[in-house]
């Protein structure tokens, strides 16, 4: 049987005051415990890259590797992991930028993309838009062409997607509240 969005979104749990109080987070454990649920994950994210042809997907430290990963093998194609500072072994070019709650660094190979390499963006979660910006500003300073980006979940309410205007998202689940 063929899952949709919505059957991911029953599957999320929802757990309040974690990290903090105040923060309703959406745990997606359960999207990657069941193998159908993983599964359907990663075929409706490549169902929104129908049109465009990437040659790398590249996942966002942590979360955005494993839906990351498990999409370029889908589509064929290679994958880039940008991390958090410190990481990495070989020659990179790193950025700071603020989170929901603090800040970070994230990093990626200098040799990971070529100039005009057409990349797709992966992770599991738009907040507020800070590490998906960085992970732009990376790329943009490598010379890499943006097709887009892809999340599990959007949170709406915190208007990440704003921070990203000029880039096209995609997300397979929003969150109002």
Known sequence: MNKTADDLREAIRSIPDFPKPGILFRDISPLLEN????????????????????????????????FGAALA?????????????????AETISHAYDLEYGSAEFEIHRDSIH?????????????????????????NQLGAQVLGLL?????????????????????????TE
């Open 115 to 139: 100039p005009g390499e057409p990349v797709i963006i992966v992770d599991d979660l738009l907040a507020t838009g800070g590490t998906a910006g960085a992970a732009i500003h990376l790329l």
């Open 151 to 175: 999340f599990v979940i959007e949170l709406e309410f915190l208007r990440g997607r704003d921070a990203l205007a000029q880039a096209k998202v995609r997300s397979l689940i929003s969150y």
């Open 73 to 89: 093998y889908k589509l064929g194609v290679g994958f880039v992991p940008i991390r958090k500072k410190g990481k990495l072994p």
């Open 35 to 66: 193998a159908d649920l993983f599964r359907a994950t990663i075929d409706l994210l490549a169902a929104q890259c129908t049109g465009l042809t990437p040659t790398k997907i590249v996942g966002l430290d942590a979360r955005g590797f494993i």
